[in-house]
């Protein structure tokens, strides 16, 4: 005997293509769907409402299903309050815990929609009680005694929907290609930037050391001296290099502006974290005179907040760099919380980390040579990031020029 419910559409659910994927999904799951009602809105505007009954060949396979569509946005009409556990140990989750999206999230608890606050993906929701607010907490976080939503009844989730009006994220329509025409897309950006700033908002941007070997460096700290960055995330070569190259026009020993290896090179980037351990750390070496320009020395010079996460093949590292991952991760969800956009650019596991923390209403930009990394930083399911396949090189000079103008 099959077993059926019903669930819920709201929003503009046929021009952002749920409609679409919950159906795609159902029939992927061997499901079956029988439409009840389906309001299409009149206007561009105006939400759509849609009430569909899924069914399956059994409970177990149901579940399943509907698992699958809630975190697409789906929701049942009649919402149970959520359903609490307690944690028996730091760490360790009660059976059935549920697992976040990157979307904003609500849950009913005393009948009451409560907001879940500092969403993010694969995370946990762990609810106060006594102030009857409720937390995105990760799995290093949980402590014993901690109050844990299991399962999805009474959770409700808001996919992103596509922007009403024709801004940059509009016009990429989350597809990535190396035909696009990259100056067009640039100088979008960089309008988008200037809007974000305008009113008050902040941008982050996430940098690999590619910036540096394509002589790309000027150009960002460029951009981060006109005020355009709020915060920069990275590892220990990005800042190494960068100092590197303004202490000895070198990047790993390569001279930038010939092309040719210089004589002893080799030992210049060792050379640069052993200076700047001398100095104390980059702010030091900018404020002792060793350090006179670059991406580093106009984050120090204004102001600007960098998260120098480490990695286990550093050399050094630079005594700025966060060697414990947790404290990393800590440290980089301080700093992304209020940000409205995010560009990474060249560095394909350090942006993945950002991007796993960050709202999926935070829009994101991509930009990597290779469209494959473009692609895998661009796919987490949301409306709010575009990629770009271009050389850092290219890239920035070009965000810089259109960002000045």
Do not use: W
């Given at each position: 005997m099959e077993a059926s419910r019903e669930i819920e559409l709201k929003g503009h659910i046929i021009d952002s293509g749920l409609i679409t994927r919950v159906y795609d999904k159902v029939y992927d799951m061997s499901g079956n769907v029988e439409v009840t009602q389906f309001d299409i809105g009149k206007h561009k505007t105006d939400p759509s409402y849609a009430r569909l009954i899924i069914s399956a060949e059994s409970e177990a396979e149901l579940d399943n299903i509907l698992s699958e569509l809630h975190r697409l946005g789906a929701s049942v009409p009649e919402v149970e309050n959520v359903t609490l556990e307690t944690a028996e140990g730091d760490r360790i989750l009660p059976h059935g815990f549920y697992s976040t999206t990157h979307h904003p999230t609500f849950i009913k608890y005393d009948d009451n929609w409560i907001t879940v606050e500092n969403i993010e993906m694969d995370c946990h929701i762990v609810v106060d009680e006594k102030a009857k607010r409720a937390f995105c907490i990760p799995l290093a976080k949980i402590k014993k005694g901690d109050r844990v939503v299991i399962g999805d009844r009474g959770v409700r989730i808001t996919p992103p929907e596509r922007s009403r009006s024709v801004n940059v994220f509009e016009f990429m329509q989350n597809t990535?290609?190396?035909?696009?025409?990259?100056?067009?897309?640039?100088?979008?950006?960089?309008?988008?930037?200037?809007?974000?700033?305008?009113?008050?908002?902040?941008?982050?941007?996430?940098?690999?050391?590619?910036?540096?070997?394509?002589?790309?460096?000027?150009?960002?700290?460029?951009?981060?001296?006109?005020?355009?960055?709020?915060?920069?995330?990275?590892?220990?070569?990005?800042?190494?290099?960068?100092?590197?190259?303004?202490?000895?026009?070198?990047?790993?020993?390569?001279?930038?502006?010939?092309?040719?290896?210089?004589?002893?090179?080799?030992?210049?980037?060792?050379?640069?974290?052993?200076?700047?351990?001398?100095?104390?750390?980059?702010?030091?070496?900018?404020?002792?005179?060793?350090?006179?320009?670059?991406?580093?020395?106009?984050?120090?010079?204004?102001?600007?907040?960098?998260?120098?996460?480490?990695?286990?093949?550093?050399?050094?590292?630079?005594?700025?760099?966060?060697?414990?991952?947790?404290?990393?991760?800590?440290?980089?969800?301080?700093?992304?919380?209020?940000?409205?956009?995010?560009?990474?650019?060249?560095?394909?596991?350090?942006?993945?980390?950002?991007?796993?923390?960050?709202?999926?209403?935070?829009?994101?930009?991509?930009?990597?040579?290779?469209?494959?990394?473009?692609?895998?930083?661009?796919?987490?399911?949301?409306?709010?990031?575009?990629?770009?396949?271009?050389?850092?090189?290219?890239?920035?000079?070009?965000?810089?020029?259109?960002?000045?103008?």
């Open positions: 990535v290609s190396s035909e696009r025409p990259s100056e067009t897309i640039i100088k979008k950006i960089a309008v988008e930037m200037k809007e974000i700033k305008a009113r008050g908002g902040k941008i982050a941007i996430v940098g690999g050391p590619a910036i540096v070997h394509t002589r790309a460096a000027p150009s960002l700290a460029e951009i981060i001296r006109n005020g355009y960055i709020d915060v920069l995330f990275a590892g220990n070569a990005l800042a190494t290099h960068d100092i590197e190259y303004n202490l000895y026009g070198t990047s790993l020993g390569m001279n930038l502006d010939t092309g040719t290896l210089a004589v002893g090179g080799h030992r210049h980037h060792i050379s640069t974290i052993s200076e700047v351990i001398r100095a104390g750390s980059i702010k030091n070496a900018v404020e002792c005179g060793l350090i006179k320009k670059g991406i580093m020395y106009e984050c120090v010079k204004n102001n600007v907040p960098f998260v120098l996460a480490g990695s286990i093949r550093d050399d050094g590292p630079l005594p700025d760099v966060i060697t414990d991952t947790m404290v990393a991760q800590d440290t980089m969800r301080k700093h992304l919380h209020g940000v409205d956009m995010v560009i990474m650019i060249g560095t394909l596991l350090h942006s993945i980390a950002v991007g796993n923390c960050l709202p999926s209403y935070v829009k994101t930009i991509c930009v990597d040579i290779n469209p494959a990394s473009v692609t895998k930083l661009n796919d987490r399911g949301s409306s709010q990031a575009i990629g770009v396949v271009s050389d850092a090189g290219a890239f920035l000079p070009l965000l810089a020029k259109y960002l000045r103008e």
